[in-house]
């Protein structure tokens, strides 16, 4: 069993809204925590998707992951774990139609879909993947899993699930994942702050965590600000997201610096968005070397992972082995 899983799909480049508001965690829970952290291909092709870039994707974000921290041995890759499919298929016998039905992110997907490719095909797989989901979760029998709010749903739903299979085959096999809530930014689109930062808004909606420092600084620096406050008094979204991002990247100091600029009302933003700028750069410096590194050593690092992969599959096989019993399938002993 592990202490902690978390996972991630594969979108390739790595921007701030990821990164403070998963990765971060993820560094700082593995020192303290035995962890899984995957990239979950499987996920990515219940929406429309580009095939031929995928696995690309996939091998692009382990990359990146790999540059800001997270440790080799605690990532792996779904596709190379069939047992999260299996398991998936053995749980969706567990689960009612009923408790689909009433998961918000498959309608809000599903509609998303059908506004951006004009195409009324709505995959099975879109409506199935909460129990692809719980199985990930459920596979290595964890603790915690760090989540969201906006993810609240889908862990009551695997911890709904356990317990029913718990309750059909007479024994307390699966622990009630909880939730591990933690203090992660919101990080919004510098370009539209009422969105989040997100790829698929489009370039100007998400920064890089490895951008060139030509492209951050021109980034931030068209960062929308509003008009500083609003009618009751409190910051405009954008100058908030702003402070966010000076916050996060531990600038300490300039955070309550120019914190205390807008109270008193002399702040300028053009010297807000250059500490931000400023405190980003200082945080990425490392990452961006680190991922140089692993540029040049791809095939030895793609093998590592293939390797921790297949560590942490142990645990999922011993997991299917043990449902299979319980459930009266036929097992192939390991």
Request: hydrophobic share 35%; glycine share 4%.
């Amino acid at each position: 069993m592990k202490d902690i899983l978390s996972a991630i799909q594969p979108t390739g480049d790595m921007h701030f809204g990821n990164y403070f508001g998963a990765v971060k965690n993820w560094v700082d829970l593995q020192d303290k925590y035995s962890c899984a952290f995957g990239v979950v291909d499987y996920h990515a092709i219940t929406m429309p998707t580009n095939y031929q870039k995928l696995r690309n994707n996939t091998w692009e974000l382990i990359f990146n992951l790999l540059a800001v921290g997270v440790n080799a041995e605690n990532l792996f890759i779904q596709s190379l774990i069939p047992e999260h499919t299996e398991l998936s298929w053995i749980l969706s016998c567990f689960s009612s139609y009923g408790q689909m039905t009433r998961m918000t992110q498959f309608k809000d997907k599903s509609a998303k879909s059908k506004e951006e490719t004009k195409d009324s095909f709505i995959s099975a797989g879109l409506f199935n993947y909460p129990i692809l989901q719980s199985a990930d979760i459920l596979l290595y029998r964890p603790k915690f899993v760090p989540v969201g709010k906006d993810q609240e749903q889908h862990l009551e739903l695997t911890r709904n699930i356990a317990q029913r299979f718990n309750s059909l085959v007479g024994k307390e096999y699966f622990r009630l994942p909880e939730i591990l809530f933690t203090e992660t930014p919101k990080i919004r689109s510098t370009a539209n702050p009422e969105i989040k930062m997100s790829k698929s808004a489009g370039e100007k909606h998400y920064i890089s965590v490895f951008a060139e420092e030509s492209r951050l600084r021109k980034q931030i620096r068209s960062a929308v600000t509003d008009t500083g406050r609003t009618n009751d008094g409190d910051m405009s979204q954008g100058v908030k997201n702003l402070f966010e991002l000076l916050k996060a990247s531990g600038q300490t100091e300039a955070y309550k610096s120019l914190l205390q600029d807008f109270e008193n009302s002399s702040l300028k933003y053009v010297d807000l968005k250059d500490a931000v700028a400023d405190g980003l750069l200082k945080m990425t410096r490392a990452f961006i070397e680190k991922r140089k590194e692993i540029a040049a050593n791809k095939k030895n690092v793609k093998n590592q992972i293939k390797q921790s992969s297949w560590e942490i599959r142990k645990i999922a096989q011993e997991t299917i082995k043990n449902v299979k019993d319980l459930t009266g399938l036929i097992n192939v002993r390991f």
